[in-house]
């Protein structure tokens, strides 16, 4: 007999192919946030008010629309997967769709809360059977962690800013939103360059957990990335988590827009010039994103560190990074494997020795002339689950 979670997703599911709004309201938390491939704005719809605008969307853009269920099933933490082919017929154009996914459902008070798509089903069973698992790796002993169950940024582990002392925080601020148990990290179409004067139309969304730098007017500061910058606005040194060695990971979504970037990378605290290197867990280009597989940057760059030679590459992985996927860096005393969903991708026998801070954020560079990808609407967001870090034990 299926259990209340099984049937609840089960009959969202139908409701898409009758179109029976009230039958889906009634197994929808009031807060529900939830993202679906048929829906045209490419954001989350978010609360009933967001469902009644799907249902809006769906009839508006398709015709035809059918989704065939293939398989629901509770997992050990209480969450639901259901796998389904959607197929559809485009309003107008005629064009069809057809398409298998799975989603992964948390629950609240017995209704729908919150999904996470994946266009990879083998993905989310193995995702649902490992239970969401934070169990320290052999060895390892968590001392960081972030899982965004809140509805605010924890300023106990983040700096919401990108390098504010070569700009200002304001510029510098990122734009996010935390909730359903994610962080969004967002670039918005008001949103301004972030540093202009030395680094043109980029706009960045970056939280980091360290910040040095010099008195105003001074060239000493974190990951100076032009010879003519100088601090323009004071800041106030902190370091909130700067760890020498361990294990760090994250869960993510990244954007297939060919003008994004995502990154999670560690850079030296840099109290001394040459403690400045950078160790790059995954660096994720838009352009570099298919269905059947992304390029991910890992590696590491000496920036000033005369310590360091540059060794990084774009690795192909069989992966759609537009699903969650965990990407990870092992750094020892002796260098830094890197893995993708815990399979070891490439190993670097350099080692940076100094303490080093987490950078996560997406990046967005101006368009290209004659770009032959158009890109995708506002906002873009990097969607992240959780970050931790692991500190060999003792």
Request: glycine content about 10%.
């Amino acid at each position: 007999m299926p259990t209340a979670g099984e049937e609840a997703a089960r009959r969202f599911a139908e409701t898409i192919t009758s179109g029976d709004r009230a039958a889906a309201l009634a197994v929808c938390h009031p807060e529900i946030e939830f993202e679906s491939m048929l829906g045209i704005t490419g954001g989350r719809y978010v609360g009933h008010a967001g469902i009644h605008q799907y249902f809006d969307d769906v009839q508006s853009a398709w015709e035809d629309w059918h989704v065939v269920v293939e398989r629901v099933i509770q997992g050990p933490d209480g969450r639901v997967a259901i796998v389904m082919t959607m197929r559809a017929r485009g309003k107008g154009s005629g064009v069809s769709l057809e398409s298998r996914t799975a989603h992964i459902w948390t629950l609240r008070d017995g209704m729908l809360a919150h999904n996470q798509l994946f266009r990879e089903p083998d993905r989310a069973l193995e995702e649902l059977a490992a239970g969401g698992s934070g169990d320290p790796p052999a060895g390892y002993e968590l001392e960081f962690e972030d899982n965004f169950d809140g509805d605010s940024l924890d300023d106990r582990r983040w700096l919401p800013y990108y390098l504010p002392h070569w700009s200002t925080r304001e510029l510098a601020a990122a734009r996010y939103e935390v909730g359903g148990g994610c962080l969004r990290l967002l670039i918005e179409e008001d949103q301004p360059p972030w540093c202009p004067g030395l680094d043109g139309d980029v706009r960045v969304s970056s939280l980091q957990t360290g910040l040095f730098a010099g008195p105003l007017g001074s060239a000493i500061g974190q990951h100076r990335f032009r010879r003519e910058a100088v601090v323009t606005e004071e800041q106030q040194n902190v370091r909130l988590y700067t760890p020498q060695c361990g294990l760090f990971e994250v869960r993510l979504k990244a954007t297939d827009d060919p003008r994004c970037m995502v990154a999670l990378w560690m850079i030296g605290y840099e109290d001394e010039p040459s403690r400045s290197a950078e160790i790059c867990v995954c660096e994720i280009f838009g352009r570099d994103v298919s269905p059947g597989e992304a390029r991910v940057g890992m590696g590491v760059h000496p920036f000033g560190d005369p310590e360091i030679v540059d060794d990084f590459a774009a690795e192909p992985v069989p992966i759609d990074a537009r699903d969650f996927h965990v990407y990870a860096a092992e750094w020892t005393p002796e260098g830094v494997s890197f893995s993708v969903d815990r399979e070891r991708v490439r190993t670097v026998d350099q080692s940076p020795a100094y303490p080093m801070q987490l950078m996560l954020g997406i990046y967005e560079f101006p368009a290209e002339p004659g770009a032959a990808h158009p890109a995708t609407p506002y906002p873009k967001e990097l969607v992240v689950d959780y970050v931790r870090g692991y500190r060999a034990d003792s």
